[in-house]
């Protein structure tokens, strides 16, 4: 099958699901559910993990060591343009001057949806320093531009809120983001089950960002392999472009030229 590759920030990658690492049980657990999802590129939450801030504590980076991934560190849990922008350079700092980050500007405690007015202010300010911003933001087609004439490398619009586990409750909105980008548009939140994944990739997102979907199943290393062919199977159902969707029955075989 012949299909363009996943290109953010000038760097290629094969797999199109992108993963997180909290939530899961150990770090053994969290190794083998990324091992079998296939993904390139693992999110980690800097202020919630540890990079080698704290030298007594086990090291994320032992299970998922960066020549082998592309490390996302991101802003979770951060409610401030500034307090953003202070984590991105701590990240840049603690991984030998990385620039490729995900930026996550949160409103509220409640729903974790993006404040946009704080996110729009810390890209910015991300950008002017040097950084490669994919960014968290809500299903808005006009800051999704926005954002991406300003320089952010990826748009993420959620699917629904995070860990939510709702599934693709926008998709025209998600449609109409994915016609007007020119940067890739990965879903980023809300996934719940595998056939999320596929819609998302059926829809024309170039990928799909998840954790809880995966580290909150019941059994995540399995959850981890059925994400991986879900969003397999979604890219080349859109490839493939599925048939019209009609009111009435069209039959399978053709009626004309029937022997009786």
Known sequence: ????????????????????????????????????????????????????????????????????????????????????????????????????????????????????????????????????????????????????????VAVMPLAAPIGSGLGIQNRYNLRTIIEQANVPVLVDAGVGTASDAAIAMELGCDGVLMNTAIAGADKPVLMASAMRKAIEAGREAYLAGRIPRKRFASASSPVDGTFF
């Open 1 to 152: 099958m012949h299909d363009e590759p996943l290109i953010i920030a000038g760097q290629t990658y094969r797999s199109r699901l992108l993963v997180g690492t909290g939530k899961y049980r150990d770090l053994d657990e969290t190794a083998a559910a990324i091992e079998m999802s296939g993904a390139e590129i693992v999110t980690v939450a800097i202020r919630r993990s540890n990079i080698g801030q704290d030298p007594n504590e086990p090291n994320l980076l032992d299970v998922i060591p960066p020549e082998r991934y592309t490390i996302l560190p991101n802003t979770a849990g951060c409610y401030t343009a500034d307090d953003a922008v202070r984590t991105c350079r701590l990240a840049r700092e603690l991984l030998d001057g990385h620039k490729l980050v995900k930026l996550e500007v949160l409103g509220d405690q409640q729903t974790l949806y993006p404040e946009m007015r704080e996110t729009f202010r810390a890209a910015e300010q991300l950008i002017a320093d040097g950084f490669d911003v994919m960014v968290y933001m809500t299903d808005d087609p006009i800051a999704a531009k926005q954002l991406e004439e300003m320089g952010c």
